[in-house]
Antibody
Framework: EVQLLESGGDLVQPGGSLRLTCAAS????????MSWVRQAPGKGLQWVSV????????YYADSVKGRFTISRDNSKTTLYLQMSSLRAEDTAVYYC??????????????WGQGTLVTVSS | EIVMTQSPATLSVSPGERATLSCRAG??????LAWYQQKPGQAPRLLIY???TRATGIPASFSGSGSGTEFTLTITSLQSEDIAVYYC??????????FGQGTKVEIK
């Protein structure tokens, strides 16, 4: 059974930094692209970033480019999202997702339960 | 960026009746479309991908159709457990990967 378990969400001040972690299990982690998707309170879903499994190639939404860094440790089957220069509009539940294949020209097949990031003074 | 537009914003359906949700893409996306269900307080769940293929464990009461720019999710007989927000998402051309704004399905 595929399991994705996020952690690291917290209350942080504007301009601050935070690192989210997603522990994955139940599948061959290195074979799949992974992604972060976020949802602001009461709002819809917004894609944040993707990282490929084999090449480690990364992609970002314009709203987070230059501030967020996605990475992965295939030996630890763990996905990360390093967030810096945080803004109030980054407040959201952040979901770790697994794409259905080696790239994300495929749906988000599995989702974690999410971790809440609140940016406020 | 490919804009995804869902309609209606809210859909009220009587139990046992059919629910029909629409999703329109700003440009052709072939059949590279997924539907997700999000119940209150839960993470989204994949229902349909490639426009019409049900994901593992999804009942036959859910079906998807369409290609190009017009897509439909149909729930043939609405049950109370189907109350949720439904999102469409394209994965044809990205970045960015884009979602519709969601359709909330409620019991009439």
């Amino acid at each position: 059974e595929v399991q994705l378990l996020e952690s690291g969400g917290d209350l942080v001040q504007p301009g601050g930094s935070l690192r989210l972690t997603c522990a994955a299990s139940g599948f061959t982690f290195s074979n799949y692209a992974m992604s972060w998707v976020r949802q602001a309170p009461g709002k819809g879903l917004q894609w944040v970033s993707v990282i490929y499994g084999g090449t480690g190639q990364t992609y970002y939404a314009d709203s987070v480019k230059g501030r967020f860094t996605i990475s992965r440790d295939n030996s630890k089957t763990t996905l990360y999202l390093q967030m810096s220069s945080l803004r109030a509009e980054d407040t959201a539940v952040y979901y770790c997702t697994r794409c259905r294949g080696a790239d994300c020209y495929s749906p988000f097949e599995n989702w974690g339960q999410g971790t809440l990031v609140t940016v406020s003074s | 960026e490919i804009v995804m537009t869902q309609s209606p914003a809210t859909l009220s359906v009587s139990p046992g009746e059919r629910a029909t949700l629409s999703c329109r893409a700003g440009q052709s996306i072939s059949t590279k479309l997924a539907w997700y269900q999000q119940k209150p307080g839960q993470a989204p769940r994949l229902l349909i991908y490639d426009a019409s293929t049900r994901a593992t464990g999804i009942p036959a009461s859910f079906s998807g159709s369409g290609s190009g720019t017009e897509f439909t999710l149909t729930i043939t007989s609405l049950q109370s457990e189907d109350i949720a927000v439904y999102y469409c998402q394209q994965y044809y051309r990205w970045p960015p990967l884009t979602f519709g704004q969601g359709t909330k399905v409620e019991i009439k």
